[in-house]
């Protein structure tokens, strides 16, 4: 099985964050990515913060060299993420608008972004994160004070994506959503106001940041609740954290490896058994364990992903071919 690569067995796309930084510099990274993903999503280079620099002034560079470089090699591009509370620009969150003139700003935005990557940008997460833990709507500092219904305006932003691109699946993305149901059902109740208002939707992103302690059995409970809505499926950020009392003595020992393919098949499994209809990808939050954004972000003795540091196939990515069976 050593040789059979895990976009080659899939029956739907397999993807992973990627930086531009590193495919310009790691050939090694640029190797591994062309032989194991056929999609990639931006780790960073296609958020708000990177793209506008200012009001009608855009950093294309980045995000024209992930499209060329992906058209290049036959891969696809899932653009990651239009509207996220993280990443307004501060310029434009210092502007104070009205909701009338913010809305119309993140309307354009959305148009120009969108319609100049029409037909090469096949998917996007047109927005990210909304919900707080429990499923109330998050209060954060730009969207909260803004709209007393935000979930209308991230409706318009969905349509604002549909009219530029009429193609393009429209996704929204989330975290912890198959292991807590108060945001599983904040999803499903936005979905059927779009539904009701007419707004487009076609897929939810469910993250999957998610570790040896998680529960399998919820996972599988929960991701089946969401899938019952009957939207296409992305697992959009998986990783699978293993030291989870962040040691500094913690080996990533073969039995901690074997462990980590176990979690992995069983998640690939449970994705394999969608709706062939529901299926669009599962995407790694990252290419090798060595660029993981959980060294900085969780424990710098940390092995999430399925290439090690060396781009070679771990127990992990034995795991995913197994649970493509
Ligand atoms: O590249 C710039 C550099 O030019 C600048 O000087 C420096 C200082 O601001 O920032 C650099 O950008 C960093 C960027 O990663 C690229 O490396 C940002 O600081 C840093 O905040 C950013 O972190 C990313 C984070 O999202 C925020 O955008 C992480 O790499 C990325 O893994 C993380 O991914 C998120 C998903 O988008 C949404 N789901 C959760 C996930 C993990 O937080």
């Known amino acids: 099985?050593?040789?059979?690569?895990?976009?080659?067995?899939?029956?739907?796309?397999?993807?992973?964050?990627?930086?531009?930084?590193?495919?310009?510099?790691?050939?090694?990274?640029?190797?591994?990515?062309?032989?194991?993903?056929?999609?990639?999503?931006?780790?960073?280079?296609?958020?708000m913060e990177s793209i506008w620099a200012s009001e009608n002034n855009y950093n294309w560079d980045a995000v024209d060299y992930l499209v060329d470089f992906?058209?290049?090699?036959?891969?696809?591009?899932?653009?990651?993420?239009?509207v996220w509370y993280r990443s307004f620009p501060s310029w434009f969150k210092n502007q104070n608008n009205d909701s009338i003139a913010f809305e119309a700003k993140v309307?354009?935005?959305?148009?120009?972004?969108?319609?100049?990557?029409?037909?090469?940008?096949?998917?996007?997460?047109?927005?990210?994160?909304?919900?707080e833990d429990g499923g109330g709507m998050r209060n954060d500092d730009v969207i909260?004070?803004?709209?007393?219904?935000?979930?209308?305006?991230?409706?318009?932003?969905?349509?604002?994506?549909?009219?530029?691109?009429?193609?393009?699946?429209?996704?929204?993305?989330?975290?912890?959503?198959?292991?807590?149901s108060g945001k599983r059902n904040a999803i499903k109740d936005m979905v059927t106001r779009f539904q009701e208002k007419g707004y487009p939707i076609d897929g939810i992103g469910a993250q999957f940041h998610y570790g040896k302690s998680t529960n399998m059995g919820t996972i599988i409970e929960g991701f089946n609740d969401l899938s019952s809505i009957g939207l296409l499926m992305?697992?959009?950020?998986?990783?699978?954290?293993m030291n989870t009392n962040k040691s500094d003595l913690f080996v990533f020992s073969n039995a901690i490896a074997q462990e980590q393919s176990d979690i992995y098949k069983e998640i690939v499994s449970m994705y394999n058994s969608l709706p062939e209809s529901q299926k669009f990808a599962?995407?790694?939050?990252?290419?090798?364990?060595?660029?993981?954004?959980?060294?900085?972000?969780?424990?710098?003795?940390?092995?999430?992903?399925?290439?090690?540091?060396?781009?070679?196939?771990?127990?992990?990515y034995q795991g995913f071919i197994l649970g493509l069976n």
């Not at 992906?70 to 239009?82: I, K, P, R, S």
């Open 144 to 180: 909260a004070p803004l709209f007393n219904d935000p979930i209308g305006f991230y409706g318009r932003c969905f349509q604002y994506a549909r009219d530029v691109d009429p193609d393009a699946k429209l996704f929204y993305n989330d975290y912890s959503v198959v292991i807590d």
């Open 234 to 241: 992305h697992i959009s950020e998986l990783d699978i954290k």
């Open 107 to 131: 309307k354009t935005y959305i148009t120009d972004v969108v319609g100049r990557y029409k037909g090469k940008i096949k998917s996007w997460d047109v927005v990210n994160e909304v919900f």
């Open 70 to 82: 992906a058209q290049d090699n036959n891969m696809e591009v899932h653009g990651h993420t239009l």
């Open 1 to 47: 099985d050593t040789d059979i690569s895990i976009k080659d067995k899939a029956t739907f796309k397999v993807g992973a964050a990627v930086k531009t930084s590193y495919l310009k510099n790691d050939a090694d990274y640029k190797d591994a990515l062309i032989a194991n993903f056929s999609q990639l999503t931006a780790e960073f280079e296609m958020k």
């Open 282 to 316: 599962i995407s790694t939050w990252g290419v090798t364990d060595n660029y993981s954004w959980l060294l900085t972000e969780w424990h710098p003795k940390e092995y999430p992903l399925l290439l090690d540091s060396n781009y070679n196939k771990k127990k992990a």
